[in-house]
């Protein structure tokens, strides 16, 4: 068991990593609209490269953000008959959502992802508007490494819910046992 708890212990840890530098891609974000705003309004100027840059930061906070949310169990569920079930039956509903539908979803996306990534670089793509954000291709190298964020917290998630199942609960922060 001591293999398997660093293992989720690992997996936790780069998600939750992640997650804050997330949370300050989200913050540098607000900051951009905001010069946008003033740009805008108070100097009658804006320019592509900003406005681009506003979606491409909010694309880098979704996608890093989305293996942390998985983590803090934040995802959109509706709770109205699994919050008064057994801890057991909870990982049981978590372990088959996890296995037929988050993992194939996300290697699926990982799979035509890492394509659409890969042409991107090969032209060197960048933006189509004159004075545009270059290299587009960095923005959708996010998108492979966001869903192998989630996949992974997914196999976490997973393997959570199978201790729960065999009776080993996994807590945040207990003891490794060797």
Known sequence: MGILTRF??????????VGHMAG??????????VADVVMRYAFDTSFVFVQELEWHLFGVMFLLGAGYTLLQDSHVRVDVLYQRFSPKT??????????????PGCLM??????????HSLA?????????????????KSFIPLGFALLTLQGVSMGLKSLLEICGRPYTEGQEVAS
């Open 109 to 118: 996306v990982l799979d035509t992802s890492w394509a659409f990534f890969s």
């Open 90 to 103: 909870q990982a049981w509903i978590n372990l088959i959502g996890v296995l037929l539908f988050l993992l």
């Open 123 to 139: 032209m060197n793509e960048g933006s189509p508007d004159p004075g545009g954000i270059p290299a587009r291709y960095i923005l």
């Open 24 to 33: 300050w891609v989200s913050l540098a974000m607000v900051l951009v609209v």
């Open 8 to 17: 989720i212990r690992g997996i936790d840890t780069v998600n939750r990593w």
